[in-house]
């Protein structure tokens, strides 16, 4: 994620007044939890997993890693009991391409094929859909090597053949799949500022061996674009009218307001917009990149050719939803010679100040996210693959994470008016089911429903009182108020205890 001024709130935002159900939502609205193969499998060097990017990131740096992390990979059965019991109607995760394909193309490993096949399997025989990433942050580091990834175009034919066999393996038991996760975050992360995997960029005093900044953070994103319109392609030809599922992309979605009521803050949030949600969702809906960004970029986008244009238009299903953050937008002319080189923080010309995570609860904002996607983008059918609140490792305290309760209330509701108010939203996924590994952040902060005591040889899974909270959610044992309800739980969880 873009290294950016982090503002402190000037308070907390209040959970929704409406007491409401699950049974206020349409029928088939799909309620779930997520993680990522990194974060959670471990085993990063067993049964013919190879590296992904991920990995070498964080080795090359000595950071926390994913080495061992939940140890999914060992302990996949225990995990989905657990998501059966809390009544979870859909589950999130990501494949390793490494671990099905150790080099990323060729020949498939056995074991990693067998992995994901029991774990989907496992899914399924618990009454839980499986909704599948292809694509997490972590590319085989292979194909980094040998050709640079994403930066190639040569990626496109391996991930489709990568795709090509999981839609052939999985797809009688998969129906949503998701091709790239947070593509824009990708990009800017992995190819502007180099914080996160690959760790390409261009500015000095940075740990970034490679990179150009002013042109591989666009050629990425554009590959990417066009890596899930082949795979969509492949998709709706050679598999939907047989297994009926649906391909879809996601995007880091952050809810953007002007810093003052003048005219060119306003400008400056209009231009934010175009170039975080619009540089993938307006090729995605429209066919082409924003006009915002084509005249500022120039020479340094790269082009679609009609074809690709065609192709990319109309290829997803679905737009996956990652929200987390507000930020406010101040119009800024920033010199690109301070810098030495223009990158995506100078081409797009404002100051983005965002809200810290840890305090602010702002429902509003994805609310206000989910009705600009209908009003900009045609209403297509929405996912939101990730929401949830990041609470500090502290096993005590996590166990009573009332703050937690509180933002999901808070969001859930905020989805329901959406969904009332004409949004085509028809999911909603809680980031994260456990604790996990966290990019940046390693072991130090966390998402999950469920804490992971990473002491513990056996790493115990033990359910915190947001799990009690979204269980009696999802299986309408409770309406709620949160005050209300939340103290109940909070006593009945503490007896219990």
Same mark, same amino acid.
């Given at each position: 994620?873009?290294?950016?001024?982090?503002?402190?709130?000037?308070?907390?935002?209040?959970?929704?007044?409406?007491?409401?159900?699950?049974?206020?939502?349409?029928?088939?609205?799909?309620?779930?939890?997520?993680?990522?193969?990194?974060?959670? +499998?471990? !085993?990063?060097?067993?049964?013919?997993?190879?590296?992904?990017?991920?990995?070498?990131?964080?080795? /090359?740096?000595?950071? =926390?890693?994913?080495?061992?992390?939940?140890?999914?990979?060992? &302990?996949?059965?225990?995990?989905?009991?657990?998501?059966?019991?809390?009544?979870?109607? !859909?589950?999130?995760?990501?494949?390793?391409?490494?671990?099905?394909?150790?080099?990323?193309?060729?020949?498939?490993?056995?074991?990693?094929?067998?992995?994901?096949?029991?774990?989907?399997? +496992?899914?399924?025989?618990?009454?839980?859909?499986?909704?599948?990433?292809?694509?997490?942050?972590?590319?085989?580091?292979?194909?980094?090597?040998?050709?640079?990834?994403?930066?190639?175009?040569?990626?496109? &034919?391996?991930?489709?053949?990568?795709?090509?066999?999981?839609?052939?393996?999985?797809?009688?038991?998969? &129906?949503?799949?998701?091709?790239?996760? +947070? !593509?824009?975050?990708?990009?800017?992360?992995?190819?502007?500022?180099?914080?996160?995997?690959?760790?390409?960029?261009?500015?000095?005093?940075?740990?970034? %061996?490679?990179?150009?900044?002013?042109?591989?953070?666009?050629?990425?994103?554009?590959?990417?674009?066009?890596?899930?319109? /082949?795979?969509?392609?492949?998709?709706?030809?050679?598999?939907?009218?047989?297994?009926?599922?649906?391909?879809?992309?996601?995007?880091?979605?952050?809810?953007?307001?002007?810093?003052?009521?003048?005219? =060119?803050?306003?400008?400056?949030?209009?231009?934010?917009?175009?170039?975080?949600?619009?540089?993938?969702?307006?090729?995605?809906?429209?066919?082409?990149?924003? =006009?915002?960004?084509?005249?500022?970029?120039?020479?340094?986008?790269?082009?679609?050719?009609?074809?690709?244009?065609?192709?990319?238009?109309?290829?997803?299903?679905?737009?996956?939803?990652?929200?987390?953050?507000?930020?406010?937008?101040?119009?800024?002319?920033?010199?690109?010679?301070? @810098?030495?080189?223009? *990158?995506?923080?100078?081409?797009?010309?404002?100051? $983005?100040?965002?809200?810290?995570?840890?305090?602010?609860?702002?429902?509003?904002?994805?609310?206000?996210?989910?009705?600009?996607?209908?009003?900009?983008?045609?209403?297509?059918?929405?996912?939101?693959?990730?929401?949830?609140?990041?609470?500090?490792? *502290?096993?005590?305290?996590?166990?009573?994470?009332?703050?937690?309760?509180?933002?999901?209330?808070?969001?859930?509701?905020? #989805?329901?008016?959406?969904?009332?108010?004409? /949004?085509?939203?028809?999911?909603?996924?809680?980031?994260?089911?456990?604790?996990?590994?966290? %990019?940046?952040?390693?072991? &130090?902060?966390?998402?999950?429903?469920?804490? #992971?005591?990473?002491? =513990?040889?056996?790493?115990?899974?033990?359910?915190?009182?947001?799990?009690?909270?979204? @269980?009696?959610?999802?299986?309408?044992?409770?309406?709620?108020?949160?005050?209300?309800? $939340?103290?109940?739980?909070?006593?009945?969880?503490?007896?219990?205890?």
């Amino acid at each position: 994620m873009i290294v950016l001024l982090l503002l402190a709130s000037s308070g907390f935002g209040k959970c929704s007044s409406d007491v409401y159900s699950k049974s206020d939502f349409p029928e088939g609205f799909a309620f779930g939890a997520g993680i990522s193969a990194y974060q959670w +499998e471990g !085993a990063v060097d067993e049964d013919g997993r190879k590296p992904s990017v991920w990995d070498t990131f964080l080795h /090359s740096r000595k950071m =926390d890693n994913g080495d061992i992390a939940c140890d999914g990979y060992h &302990k996949y059965k225990e995990d989905v009991q657990l998501m059966a019991e809390t009544g979870l109607h !859909a589950f999130r995760f990501s494949i390793s391409w490494s671990r099905l394909i150790s080099n990323g193309r060729g020949s498939i490993n056995p074991k990693g094929l067998q992995f994901y096949k029991n774990f989907i399997q +496992e899914l399924v025989k618990h009454g839980i859909e499986p909704h599948v990433t292809l694509h997490h942050y972590d590319h085989p580091q292979y194909l980094e090597d040998d050709y640079g990834g994403w930066i190639n175009r040569k990626i496109i &034919k391996d991930f489709t053949a990568y795709a090509d066999v999981c839609f052939r393996e999985f797809g009688n038991h998969v &129906k949503f799949w998701t091709t790239i996760n +947070e !593509a824009n975050i990708f990009s800017i992360g992995g190819y502007n500022d180099g914080n996160s995997p690959p760790g390409r960029c261009s500015f000095p005093g940075r740990s970034c %061996l490679l990179g150009n900044s002013s042109i591989e953070t666009y050629i990425v994103g554009h590959n990417l674009l066009l890596a899930h319109a /082949s795979v969509s392609r492949l998709y709706k030809q050679k598999y939907k009218d047989i297994q009926g599922g649906s391909v879809g992309f996601s995007l880091f979605s952050m809810y953007f307001t002007p810093f003052t009521s003048s005219k =060119d803050d306003k400008i400056a949030t209009k231009r934010a917009n175009d170039f975080y949600l619009g540089w993938m969702l307006e090729p995605l809906i429209y066919g082409d990149y924003p =006009d915002a960004m084509r005249k500022t970029i120039g020479s340094r986008l790269p082009v679609f050719s009609d074809e690709e244009s065609e192709q990319v238009k109309g290829s997803s299903d679905f737009i996956g939803v990652i929200h987390y953050v507000t930020a406010s937008v101040t119009h800024i002319d920033i010199n690109p010679s301070l @810098s030495g080189i223009p *990158d995506f923080n100078s081409d797009m010309g404002q100051s $983005i100040n965002i809200a810290s995570m840890r305090t602010v609860v702002s429902p509003w904002a994805i609310e206000g996210i989910l009705e600009y996607i209908k009003q900009s983008y045609g209403n297509p059918p929405v996912y939101i693959l990730e929401n949830g609140k990041t609470m500090t490792q *502290d096993l005590e305290l996590q166990q009573k994470d009332t703050p937690r309760i509180e933002y999901l209330d808070a969001y859930i509701g905020a #989805v329901l008016k959406a969904v009332r108010n004409g /949004s085509d939203t028809r999911g909603y996924f809680v980031w994260s089911f456990m604790d996990l590994y966290e %990019l940046l952040d390693g072991y &130090k902060s966390t998402f999950g429903l469920y804490s #992971v005591n990473f002491s =513990d040889p056996h790493l115990k899974r033990s359910p915190k009182l947001s799990a009690h909270w979204y @269980s009696g959610f999802l299986k309408g044992n409770n309406t709620f108020l949160a005050s209300q309800g $939340i103290t109940q739980l909070h006593s009945n969880f503490s007896s219990s205890s």
